[in-house]
């Protein structure tokens, strides 16, 4: 397997970038899609140092599934998991605009 973990981490800074960018001009959705991007890609990044091949989209289950001396703190896991929460609902217009009234009651 050829590492790459210089180029996924790279990628997660610019899509970070991206979002910040996003963020301060009032697109939300491209903000939390791409903050999402950027953290799958850092977790990636952190895997494939480790020399692990890995699969999916979900960061909280990405950062669960690491070896144990590599987890990150309970804290880091449970925002990781609300960025999954936006991930699916900000690429659709009708998607997200269900997942906020689910949330406002």
Same mark, same amino acid.
């Given at each position: 397997?050829? /590492?790459? #973990?210089?180029? %996924?981490? $790279?990628?997660?800074? =610019?899509? &970070? *970038?991206h979002a910040a960018r996003?963020?301060?001009?009032?697109?939300?959705?491209?903000?939390?899609?791409?903050?999402?991007?950027?953290?799958?890609?850092?977790?990636?990044?952190?895997?494939?140092? /480790?020399? #692990?091949?890995? %699969?999916? $989209?979900?960061?909280? =289950?990405? &950062? *669960?599934?690491?070896?144990?001396q590599y987890r990150p703190?309970?804290?880091?896991?449970?925002?990781?998991?609300?960025?999954?929460?936006?991930?699916?609902?900000?690429?659709?217009?009708?998607s997200y605009r269900l997942?906020?009234?689910?949330?406002?009651?």
């Open positions: 397997m050829v /590492l790459r #973990a210089s180029d %996924w981490l $790279r990628q997660a800074l =610019r899509d &970070l *970038e996003s963020l301060e001009y009032g697109d939300f959705e491209w903000a939390c899609f791409t903050a999402h991007q950027a953290a799958e890609k850092a977790v990636k990044a952190l895997y494939q140092r /480790l020399g #692990a091949e890995v %699969w999916g $989209r979900s960061v909280s =289950r990405l &950062l *669960e599934n690491l070896p144990e703190p309970r804290e880091l896991v449970d925002a990781a998991k609300e960025l999954d929460r936006h991930y699916v609902a900000t690429k659709y217009p009708n997942s906020l009234d689910a949330y406002s009651h």
